[in-house]
C-alpha cells in the first residue's frame, strides 16, 4: 500500500501519497499557484521562485514546485497569506524589470502566463526607471525555433526539456547573474526531432515558431482535437486555424499516448495542405497514353472509372494497394469494395514486400493483448527487434528514453542497426539484415535450463535471456522492417516469458488497415480467410454467397501487373515508385496495368496514372485511427479542403454505385455501423512455429567485398509532410551512411569521410559514420533522402551493394547520378 501524508492547504484537509509535490497537492484541491518554471514531465528546479507559500512552523517561506508535502503541515498560499502574496508580487515585479512591453505584437499574446499572472497578482505601477537591457533578436536556435532573448524569464524549460526528455542538450544557459541567457553552441545547432515542443512550454514568448511567428493570436484561431497522421504513434494534437488555413498544430495531452510532446514533424508538417503540388480536381488521361492526364469534371472522372474497371460490363482483373494513410472507416470500406464489388482479394496495405511468413504472424498478432506505452515504461526489459524509434515512431522513443533515465529499464536491441537507440543500449545482439528471427530463436532456447541447445547459447545471448528471464513482463517491439519470421519468433519468445509482444509499423493507419483486414488472407474484425466459419460470417455480413478466393502480397500482385495478368491497380494514397524497392518491377507494373489512384498531392507515381482523383488530408475530415497499440482514436476535421476533394470512402461508395453495386451506407455513421456487425472476435490464433534452420548453413565468406544494404528512411525525408515546409525540412539530420569500424578499416575511411555505394546500376555518394552499432556486414543507407541531386529511393540499389571510399578530386554528392539507367 502506497504511505500517504495528510496536511492542510488553505484550510482544506487533503491526504496524498508521499512524495507529492506541494504545488501538485494544492492542484488537486483546484487551487492554481502561480508559477513559470514548473512543469509536470520536467525534475523540479525552483528557478522562478514564483511559487512561495508559507508553511506554519517553518522560518521562511517555501517553493511549492521542490518542496514535498509532509505530514501534518499547514500550508498557505497566496490565496490565505500576506507572506506568500507579497513574496510573489516581488518576484513578478523583478521578472518585468528587463521584460519588454511588447505583448501586443509578441506571439505568446493571449495565452502568456506571465501576462496573465502580472494582471492578476502583479503591481499595475512600475518602479523601475531605468532603461530595459536590449538584445539582437531574434537568434535563429535552428531553422524552426527563433529566440527573443529579452523575452527570457530563465525559467529553464527549455533546457531541461532538451537535456531530460528528449536527449538533445544543444541549447543551454549561458553566463550567470544579469547576463544569464538561452543560448547554443556556435559549432552545435540545435537539432533535435522534438524542437517544436520547447516552443509551447516555453511560458513566455521567448521561443517562437519561425512558420507561426506574427501570423496570428489565440483568439483568432479556431482549434480542433486531432491524431496525428505523421507516424503509428497515434499523438493527440490540437489543429488551430485562421480563415480556413492551417496555422499550428500543438502537442495534446494524452498521457496515456504521447503525455504532452510530439515531434517536428507531426507539428509542423501541414504545408503539403497548401503546396502547389496538391490535387485539387480529378485528373484524367485520354486514351492516347502519349498525352499528359488533364483536369476533368467528377462526372467524367468517375465514368472513366467505371469503363477501367468494367469495360464490358464485367469487372477486369484489379488489385487494390491501400498503403498506410486511410483512416479506418476508409480501410474497411477499401476491403469490402475490394472484395465485393470487384470481387478481388488481392489487397495490401503494406509498401514493402513483406515476407512470406508475416500474414499469418500479424493474424496471430491482432487477437493478441500486446504491449502498450506503459507496458513499455514499466518492463525492467525491453527489446526492440528491427526498430529504429526515434526515426520511425519518435514518440516511443521519448518513451524509451524516459524507461530507461527514471526506472533504468535495460533496452537491447536485435538488428543490423541500433540506430538513435545506440546511446542508451544496455545489450546489443547485431544480425545481418533480415536475420532477427533466429537470434530470437536463440534467446529462446537459453531460456529452457533443460533443453539440450541451453548451453550452446553465446556468452551475449545467455546474458540477455538471463535478464529477459529476472523481470516480470518483458516488452519485445518488433518493427515491420524484420526479417522472416521474427514477428512470430519475438511473439513465441514474449509468450514463453510472460511478457508482451507489439508490432510497431512505421506509416500512420498500418494497424488499424491490419485490423480492417487490408491483406489478403485477412479479413475485418480479426477474423481470418483460411477459417471456413470465419470466412462464411463475413460473406453473410456482406450480402455475398463467397468472398472471393484468397488473393496475393504487393510482390505477387505488382509481378502479375507486369505480365498483364492484373489488368488495374487501384491505389488508395500509395506512391509506388517512391516506397517500393523494385523499381524495375514497379516500372512494368505501371506501364502494363491501367492505374487508378486518390491522392492528396501530386507525386511520381500519379504521373503514371491514367485517372486521379484529389482526396482529402486528414487535418480536413473526419474518422478513426488506430495507433501502433491497437489504440482507437477519433479525430474532427480542423479545416475544409479544396471545393472539389473528396474522402476515400466517398470516392468509392459512388464509383460502386456506378457499377451497380451498394455498398450500404452513405455516410460515416453508416460505415461505423457496418464495421460494428464484424466487431472483433475473441480470437488468438497460435504463433506460426519456428523455420527449421538444421540444413541452413551459416553464410560463408566467398571472398567478395559486398555488403548487406541496410535500408530505412529517417523521419524526415521527401516524403508528403515535408512539401511546402522549408522550415521543417531543414532541420532534417544531414543523410549519411553507417559501417561498422571492421568494415572502414579496409576501405581507410573515418567519420566525415565520403563513400559510395553501388548497386546494380544505381550509385549513392555520402559521408559516412563509423559505428560499432551497425553490424560488421551491412550498411545503412537512408531511403528518399533530402540530399540534393541523389537517387530517388536508395532502396533500388539491391540487397546486395560494395562500398569504395571517394579519393580527393572526384566526384562527390552534389553532383547527379545515373539511376536505373
Not at 90 to 116: R, T, V
Not at 604 to 621: F, I, K, N, Y
Not at 623 to 652: C, K, M, S, Y
Request: hydrophobic fraction near 40%; glycine fraction near 8%; charge should be negative.
Amino acid at each position: 500500500m502506497t504511505d500517504t501524508v495528510t496536511l492542510t492547504i488553505d484550510g482544506k484537509e487533503i491526504t496524498v501519497p508521499k512524495g507529492t509535490l506541494l504545488i501538485r497537492a494544492a492542484e488537486q484541491l483546484g487551487t492554481i499557484i502561480p508559477r513559470f518554471c514548473d512543469h509536470p514531465l520536467l525534475d523540479p528546479v525552483g528557478a522562478c521562485r514564483q511559487c512561495i507559500v508559507e508553511v506554519e512552523g517553518q522560518r521562511k517561506p517555501m517553493t511549492a514546485c521542490t518542496t514535498e508535502a509532509a505530514d501534518g503541515w499547514v500550508v498557505n498560499t497566496h490565496l490565505t497569506s500576506d507572506v506568500a502574496r507579497t513574496a510573489q508580487e516581488g518576484q513578478l515585479e523583478f521578472l518585468l524589470i528587463n521584460h519588454p512591453l511588447d505583448c501586443p505584437m509578441c506571439d505568446k499574446g493571449g495565452e502568456c502566463p506571465l501576462q496573465d499572472q502580472a494582471m492578476a497578482h502583479g503591481n499595475h505601477h512600475s518602479r523601475f526607471v531605468d532603461e530595459k537591457r536590449k538584445y539582437d533578436k531574434p537568434v535563429a536556435v535552428s531553422a524552426q525555433v527563433l529566440l527573443d532573448r529579452e523575452r527570457c524569464v530563465l525559467c529553464a524549460r527549455c533546457t531541461r526539456f532538451s537535456d531530460q526528455v528528449s536527449g538533445d542538450p544543444f541549447i543551454e544557459l549561458f553566463e550567470r547573474g544579469a547576463l544569464e541567457q538561452v543560448a547554443i553552441y556556435e559549432d552545435e545547432p540545435y537539432e533535435s526531432y522534438f524542437s517544436g515542443n520547447v516552443i509551447q512550454i516555453c511560458p513566455v514568448g521567448a521561443l517562437t515558431s519561425t512558420s507561426y511567428r506574427f501570423k496570428a493570436r489565440p483568439f483568432d484561431l479556431r482549434s480542433t482535437p486531432s491524431v496525428c497522421d505523421g507516424c503509428s504513434a497515434g499523438c493527440s494534437q490540437t489543429v488551430q486555424a485562421r480563415r480556413g488555413q492551417v496555422e499550428r498544430q500543438l502537442a495534446r495531452t494524452n498521457m496515456a499516448v504521447n503525455e504532452m510532446w510530439n515531434c517536428d514533424k507531426g507539428r509542423f508538417g501541414y504545408g503539403h495542405l497548401t503546396a502547389d503540388t496538391r490535387l485539387t480536381s480529378p485528373l484524367v488521361r485520354s486514351d492516347d497514353d502519349g498525352e499528359e492526364p488533364v483536369a476533368a469534371d467528377w462526372a467524367t472522372a468517375l465514368t472513366r472509372v467505371r469503363s477501367i474497371l468494367a469495360p464490358d460490363g464485367e469487372v477486369v482483373p484489379t488489385a487494390v494497394l491501400s498503403g498506410g494513410r486511410l483512416p479506418d472507416e476508409d480501410a474497411y470500406v477499401a476491403g469490402k469494395f475490394a472484395r465485393t464489388v470487384l470481387g478481388t482479394d488481392d489487397v495490401d496495405f503494406r509498401t514493402r514486400f513483406a515476407p512470406a511468413s508475416e500474414g499469418d504472424a500479424l493474424a496471430a498478432l491482432a487477437g493478441r493483448d500486446t504491449a502498450t506505452y506503459d507496458d513499455v515504461e514499466q518492463a525492467g526489459v525491453v527489446l526492440t527487434v528491427g526498430l529504429d524509434p526515434e526515426e520511425e515512431v519518435p514518440i516511443l522513443y521519448l518513451r524509451l528514453r524516459k524507461a530507461w533515465r527514471n526506472t533504468k529499464a535495460r533496452l537491447v536491441s536485435v538488428g543490423a542497426s541500433s540506430g538513435s537507440l545506440a546511446e542508451l543500449l544496455w545489450r546489443r545482439l547485431p544480425t545481418d539484415v533480415g536475420a532477427e528471427a533466429a537470434v530470437l530463436d536463440d534467446l529462446a532456447r537459453a531460456l529452457d535450463r533443460d533443453g539440450d541447445d541451453a548451453d550452446q547459447s553465446s556468452p551475449m545471448v545467455a546474458e540477455v535471456a538471463d535478464a529477459l528471464g529476472s523481470v516480470d513482463r518483458p516488452v519485445v517491439l518488433v518493427g515491420e522492417r524484420a526479417g522472416d519470421g521474427a514477428l512470430a519468433a519475438a511473439g513465441r519468445l514474449a509468450d514463453a516469458l510472460g511478457g508482451k509482444v507489439a508490432w510497431v509499423p512505421r506509416r500512420s493507419n498500418a494497424r488499424g488497415a491490419l485490423d480492417q483486414g487490408l491483406a489478403a488472407g485477412l479479413l475485418p474484425g480479426l477474423r481470418r480467410h483460411d477459417d471456413d466459419t470465419q470466412r462464411a460470417e463475413v460473406a453473410a455480413a456482406w450480402g455475398l454467397d463467397e468472398l472471393p478466393t484468397r488473393g496475393r502480397d504487393l510482390h505477387e500482385i505488382l509481378t502479375l501487373a507486369g505480365k498483364g495478368k492484373i489488368k488495374v491497380l487501384y491505389l488508395l494514397g500509395v506512391d509506388l515508385v517512391r516506397d517500393v524497392a523494385d523499381q524495375r518491377l514497379v516500372d512494368k507494373a505501371l506501364r502494363r496495368a491501367t492505374v487508378i489512384t486518390h491522392d492528396i498531392v501530386a507525386n511520381a507515381t500519379t504521373a503514371h496514372a491514367d485517372v486521379v482523383l484529389p482526396v482529402t488530408a486528414s487535418q480536413e475530415r473526419a474518422g478513426t485511427r488506430t495507433n501502433w497499440e491497437g489504440r482507437r482514436q477519433q479525430f474532427r476535421p480542423g479545416v475544409a479542403g479544396p471545393q472539389l476533394v473528396q474522402h476515400d470512402w466517398e470516392i468509392l461508395v459512388q464509383v460502386t454505385g456506378m457499377l451497380g453495386h451498394d455498398l450500404g451506407f452513405t455516410d460515416l455513421d453508416g460505415i461505423r455501423a457496418d464495421m460494428a456487425a464484424l466487431a472483433p472476435i475473441d480470437t488468438t490464433p497460435d504463433w506460426p512455429a519456428a523455420a527449421d534452420r538444421s540444413d541452413t548453413a551459416a553464410a560463408a565468406d566467398d571472398g567478395d567485398d559486398t555488403l548487406t544494404a541496410d535500408v530505412y528512411p529517417l523521419l524526415l525525408d521527401n516524403g508528403v509532410h515535408q512539401v511546402n515546409a522549408p522550415d521543417l525540412a531543414a532541420t532534417a539530420h544531414d543523410p549519411h551512411l553507417r559501417l561498422h569500424p571492421d568494415d572502414a578499416a579496409p576501405l581507410g575511411v573515418s567519420d566525415g569521410d565520403e563513400v559510395t555505394v553501388t548497386g546494380g546500376k544505381a550509385e549513392l555518394t555520402l559521408p559516412v559514420r563509423v559505428t560499432p552499432d551497425q553490424a560488421a556486414g551491412t550498411v545503412f543507407v537512408p531511403a528518399n533522402s533530402t540530399a540534393p541531386d541523389q537517387v530517388d529511393n536508395p532502396r533500388h540499389l539491391g540487397d546486395r551493394v560494395t562500398v569504395a571510399a571517394v579519393a580527393s578530386g572526384s566526384a562527390t554528392a552534389d553532383q547527379p547520378v545515373e539511376v536505373n539507367a
